[in-house]
């Protein structure tokens, strides 16, 4: 019989958390903000995808949430040795992206202008998940320029991708939701 894990273990009270590989730095590590913004956008991933009633999106939602799990693993790893350990990202991962973007973009009407969020919710929601990809994208490039030796290209490309990816399902849930686009037009 196994016991059950304790949710909390009081070892980060004093400011410190533990990298995968057992190195121990503070809370505000370049490398803690990093794999942080990388769950954030994993969450907000999450309510997107439950927020979505179209089956294809939500099974595609839930892959992007599992690798976003082994790229926070990857990015929370004190060593290139202890992250190749962990599950890894694979070019069809990107691959998988590019062609969704692709897929959805063929019901899409030409950009001639740029997309303001909002809209309906589940428009909303794609851009800020959006956001917090990018933002964990430039905390992961920040990690990397400090410590250049972590530096994992399939991540880096992964949360690019997936940006993409985010921002084109706002504008096909905008279409398939019957809601139009809001389109910014300069003064």
Same mark, same amino acid.
């Given at each position: 019989?196994?016991?059950?894990?304790?949710?909390?273990?009081?070892?980060? %009270?004093?400011?410190?958390?533990?990298?995968?590989?057992?190195?121990?730095?503070? $809370?505000?590590?370049?490398?803690?903000?990093?794999?942080?913004?990388?769950?954030?956008?994993?969450?907000?991933?999450?309510?997107? $995808?439950?927020?979505?009633?179209?089956?294809?999106?939500?099974?595609?939602? #839930?892959?992007?949430?599992?690798?976003?799990?082994?790229?926070?693993?990857?990015?929370?790893?004190?060593?290139?040795?202890?992250?190749?350990?962990? =599950?890894?990202?694979?070019?069809?991962?990107? %691959?998988?992206?590019?062609?969704?973007? &692709?897929?959805? &973009?063929?019901?899409? =009407?030409?950009? #001639?202008?740029?997309?303001?969020?909002?809209?309906? =919710?589940?428009?909303?929601?794609?851009?800020?998940?959006?956001?917090?990809?990018?933002?964990?994208?430039?905390?992961?490039?920040?990690?990397?320029?400090?410590? *250049?030796?972590?530096?994992? *290209?399939?991540?880096?490309?992964?949360?690019?991708?997936?940006? &993409?990816?985010?921002?084109?399902?706002?504008?096909?849930?905008?279409?398939?939701?019957?809601? =139009?686009?809001?389109?910014?037009?300069?003064?």
């Amino acid at each position: 019989m196994s016991s059950k894990f304790k949710i909390y273990t009081r070892s980060g %009270d004093q400011g410190m958390t533990s990298l995968i590989g057992g190195k121990r730095v503070t $809370k505000a590590d370049l490398q803690v903000e990093a794999y942080g913004s990388i769950d954030e956008a994993k969450s907000y991933i999450a309510l997107l $995808k439950d927020m979505i009633e179209m089956e294809e999106i939500k099974n595609e939602l #839930t892959q992007i949430i599992v690798n976003l799990f082994v790229a926070e693993s990857i990015v929370a790893a004190v060593t290139t040795e202890a992250a190749l350990r962990m =599950p890894q990202l694979k070019e069809s991962d990107i %691959d998988a992206l590019e062609k969704s973007i &692709d897929r959805m &973009d063929e019901e899409l =009407p030409a950009l #001639t202008a740029f997309v303001l969020p909002g809209g309906h =919710p589940i428009n909303s929601y794609s851009h800020i998940a959006r956001t917090v990809c990018r933002r964990a994208e430039r905390d992961v490039l920040r990690l990397w320029n400090s410590q *250049p030796e972590l530096y994992n *290209p399939l991540v880096e490309k992964f949360l690019n991708r997936l940006s &993409d990816y985010l921002f084109t399902l706002s504008r096909f849930c905008s279409i398939k939701l019957n809601i =139009p686009e809001v389109l910014w037009v300069s003064k």
